[in-house]
């Protein structure tokens, strides 16, 4: 019996002590990537009797692509105010006096549903590199109010939202920022970026800030082309299948898939073309699988991390 | 009193026997005392070696043959089919391993100590466990009978082996009360790396086992007992030379709780009921490979719970058995690569998405007495298979939009028949049995093989196996010689096997591309095999075994792991106390090897064995010496199914002392 009592006290222990952990694999991918899918108020404006609130996810705006939200409240009641059109104009001013904007919608949509006023800003750089002021306008009973404001444009921690701007074959300049996913799974993904272009001015500018010297707009027809690497050395150029290239659908966004064959840094490799199909900027990448060997990037890229 | 009892079970044994069901008499069975004795002394050990390793008795039967990674857990292949193809159980249970690579298969979680016997089915025969194309394999665990006459009975056995060093301590104990029953053993087993025929040490071939278990059997009356099981099995430190990685740790526990009602009279004789739990946990480990360019984790859990239920029917000249199976498995296995930058992220991925398996299935086995010497038999198994993974966006990047559930029939049909005229025995089978695809085949993501150096890829829609299958055999025996010769032939439609995608880049940096598993239309497997043994003189008798398979896919081309042309022949002569065995064993060249599946023609070798052995009493004591040597000329060689062609091990001195008291 003693024997029976040591042999079961033997496997009781062999049995409960320490081994390793199954990896939750919801909290994997949270180590590195953030999702915020709440949006918060970000900035309010006070001007005359009215208070204008803008609205961004998590409150921050990040550098990179930015949906907002504008509503205009009574200072006094805080009701919601009827305003019949609202204008948005971000503007960098840098130390050594350059004044730019970014890919932004400057006649705000009106969207019912939320009773807002819809936009979006594409911070090209984050508050560090200059100052970043809004300029607004909105009509209310036929009568106009312009307002400004200074914001804060912070680091964009999640990698998976990258940007990247680039002058093209054509001499344009290019905005590319991922818009989604946030949080990337290791499977098929939706992959939806803006693409943007900046309209130099045709005019000698007018009273500051005139709109149309800060001109930009959706690309409509262009083509982004995807090949999706690792670039980790030692996953020697690994790829995945069944990607789809990014096209033009009606939100204006392109819309494509990546696969994520697992979790770690990505680059995803773009060749942008135009209606024509006529290559904007991008290269080619090697598709050889080398070991020990980073992969080459084509000369248009994200990088994303999950 | 209880003698009155043993004679239904009695009846129940001797039927069964004449049905040439290997059948062990159980524990809860009142059996008579020299059958019992038997079951008792009777130990896993082959003609040549009387202390050897699971792995080592598998190898002496003749429609087994191993795929070897190292000296450690070889794959057992049935009928020259791979295990998938198989039902691997111990005592009924099902048990899957918890490594991608196969680096554990059931086998390697028991000992020989534990083992009584091993009962290999051959196609469609055991589908009484599920369902299964190439048959079954049933690893039977000691039991020790009720009321036996002498209460403690034990055994202990060590030895050395001079090639690696190996140095193993192996013990059994059991206590059998009229109403009580224990059986306890444990086992450690020690080995270094081995050197093969030139005398070449072959790196991380080193391993350490460990494994207990106990079994304690309470009589509830006469006719009704009940019996829990338990078995723990660790292995720390196996080096896997063909792999580029070893196996840090594996570890297992398997469960069982059972209850046995017999029934002196009625159709129904004898019913057993258990229900089992076992979890194993297999880590590998590259941290002694420092040449790999990537360091990566992978770490496997499989748990499996189910409950077997089987009866036993007898009625005059009709026997049956009906069997019962029901389990659910989870596998899951990780892997987690480093950059050479340790301070960046890891990169992560499950190679078994969550995967569970439930499977349900009711068999039987029919079994007719026609006549003093002929027999039919007819069996048949009905079973339920439903798949489902828990991360099936994995599986969604190569299969877009498969659905994450899959639920298959698993229908299984076979018959036979056997005639004994005089000394002649002769048999003839048919059979027919779907299988479903293992968790890897279906779902595996990126597994990597080492030996075509693929990643693989599983497929959850493939298509169930189907298995169409003739049997025969012919034999011939009287008291001084026998001779049988047996043949299989297997059309299998949907044959699962990797095929090379022309998509996707490896992920393992060590690969060269993807496969993916898919179905062939067809392919057929055929197995011959000849068996004698010839009695020269009393005191000196001898044993041959040739065998030969031949397998293609729908194209006519060779399916790898073939086993060539093979022959194994012995000779033991018995005088007094002294007993002196010699054997010869070894494959002729592999013809018709599969360059398709990464294989290249592997050449003819032949080893030679020598062993002698003196038993003697000491105190009372049954006490064995054994001494011997394995590839006693030191030949060099690999054998077909040597992953990576490692070569085997060269001149091994084995030493072994075996007392039972």
Sequence with gaps: MEKVIFFLVVMCFAVLSCTKDKTDYEAEIDTVVTEHYEFKEAIVVHTRAFDIHIEALNGTFYKGYNEIRLKVTDAQTRENIQVTAATFLPILAKADGSKNSCPH?????????????????????????????????????????????????????????????????????????????????????????????????????????????????????????????????????????????????????????????????????????????????????????????????????????? | MWKLFTIPVLCLGTVVHAQHISRQPDSTHILDEVNVNAVVNKQIETEMKMAVSVDEFLASSDNISFIKRGAYAWEPLLNNMSTERSTVTIDGMHIFGACTDKMDPVTSYVESNNLSTIDIKSG???????????????????????????KWNGAYQTGFEFNNQQFFNLGNVSYSGNKFVADGSISFRKAGNYTDGHHDEVRHSQYNKFNTSLALAYKTSPLSSVRVDALFDQAKDVGFPALPMDLWLSRAIITSAAYKQLFEEGLVRAWDTKVYFNAIEHYMDDTQRPENLVHMDMPGWSTTYGLVSKANLKKDNY??????????????????????????????????????????????????????????????????NYNRSKYVEFNWIFHPGTPSEKTRVLPSLHAGYQLDIQSFHFSGGLGYGHRAPSVSEGYGYYIYNSFDRYDYIGNPDLKNEISYEANASAGFKNDRMGITAKVNYFYIQNYIIGRILSLGSPMNYQSVGVKGYTSLDHAQVFNISLNAHYHIFKQLHGEGMLTYARATDDQGGNLPFIRPLSYQASLHFMHKQFGFQTSLNGDFTQINYSPAYGED???????????????????????????????????????????????????NIFTSLKINF
Aim: charged share 20%; no cysteine; glycine share 8%.
């Design chain 2, 319 to 384: 026997g049956a058995e009906i069997q019962l199976n029901a389990y659910n498995n989870l596998s899951i296995a990780e892997m987690r690569m480093y950059p050479q930058d340790r301070s960046k992220r890891t990169m992560f991925a499950y190679s078994w998405p969550w995967v569970t398996t439930r499977f349900a299935g009711l068999s039987m086995n029919n079994f007719w007495d026609i006549s003093e010497r002929s027999q039919i038999n007819l069996g048949g198994s009905l079973g339920l």
């Design chain 2, 601 to 651: 023609q592997t050449p003819a070798y032949t080893v030679w064995n020598v062993s002698a052995d003196y038993t003697f009493n000491f105190k009372k004591v049954k006490t064995v010496v054994q001494v011997g040597a394995e590839n006693l000329l030191n030949a060099y060689y690999s054998t077909y199914a040597d992953w990576g062609n490692i070569p085997r091990m060269g001149r």
């Design chain 2, 124 to 150: 469609q025969e055991g589908s009484l466990h599920g369902a299964t194309v190439a048959g079954s394999m049933d690893l039977k665990r000691r039991t020790t009978p009720f009321g036996l006459r002498k």
């Design chain 1, 105 to 306: 919608r400057y006649d705000l949509v009106y969207r019912e549903e939320g009773n807002y006023f819809s936009g979006y800003a594409v911070f090209t750089d984050e508050s560090s590199q200059g100052n970043w002021q809004i300029y607004l306008s909105f009509t209310i009973d036929g009568e106009q109010y312009s307002a400004t404001h200074g914001i804060t444009v912070e680091k964009q921690p999640n990698k998976n939202l990258n940007m990247t701007a680039f002058t093209g074959k054509d001499d344009e300049q290019y905005f590319i920022a991922l818009i989604s996913p946030q949080k990337p799974k290791i499977a098929e993904n939706d992959l939806v970026a803006g693409i943007y272009r900046y309209h130099k001015p045709t005019q000698p500018a007018g009273t500051f800030p005139d709109p149309a010297q800060f001109s930009y707009s959706e690309v409509s027809g262009y083509t982004l082309q995807l090949d999706p690497r690792m670039p980790e050395p030692s996953m020697g150029n690994h790829s995945s299948i069944n990607n789809k290239d990014l096209i033009q659908e009606d939100d204006g966004l392109y819309h494509g898939v990546v696969n994520y064959t697992m979790t770690g840094n990505w680059t995803l490799n773009f060749i942008l073309l135009n209606q024509k199909g006529k290559i904007v900027k991008g290269t080619e990448v090697p598709t050889d699988f080398t070991p020990g060997v980073e992969g080459a990037k084509s000369e248009l890229y994200i990088d994303i991390l999950f």
